[in-house]
């Protein structure tokens, strides 16, 4: 599995900027994917995750982006993406998509043991 990420960008405080992730491969019928992002010298940190399985669809965020960010799948393109609204200059960073095959449950989706294969990042810079 390869990942494709899209989106990010340069953007004011307070815009938004919607984030990409296509796993090649074939469709999945259970899979989880998340985001994490690492800003300059700070670890990485998680942001939000999408569980699918047998149709049913979870999601998960931090805490630090819920109600701001959404995380979703489309279908028709099998992809997820992260639409981030209300941009604070604290969300620059380096954001990368993750991606699972199983279905892991829903305490672990925001660790990044979890997932084994990895996108090659998007740059996000928010400007104050």
């Known amino acids: 599995v390869q990942l494709q990420a899209s989106g990010g960008g340069l953007v004011q405080a307070g815009g938004s900027l919607r984030l990409s992730c296509a796993p090649s491969?074939?469709?999945?019928?259970?899979?989880?994917m998340a985001w994490f992002r690492q800003a300059p010298g700070k670890e990485r940190e998680f942001v939000a995750a999408f569980r699918w399985s047998s149709g049913n669809r979870h999601s998960k965020y931090a805490d630090s982006v819920k109600g701001r960010f959404t995380i979703s799948r489309d279908n028709t393109k099998n992809t997820v993406s992260l639409q981030m609204n209300s941009l604070k200059p604290e969300d620059t960073a380096f954001y990368y998509c993750?991606?699972?095959?199983?279905?892991?449950?829903?305490?672990?989706?925001?660790?990044?043991?979890?997932?084994?294969?990895w996108g090659q990042g998007t740059q996000v810079t928010v400007s104050s």
């Open positions: 491969g074939g469709t999945f019928s259970s899979f989880a």
């Open positions: 993750a991606f699972t095959r199983n279905s892991p449950i829903y305490g672990v989706l925001d660790r990044s043991d979890t997932y084994g294969y």
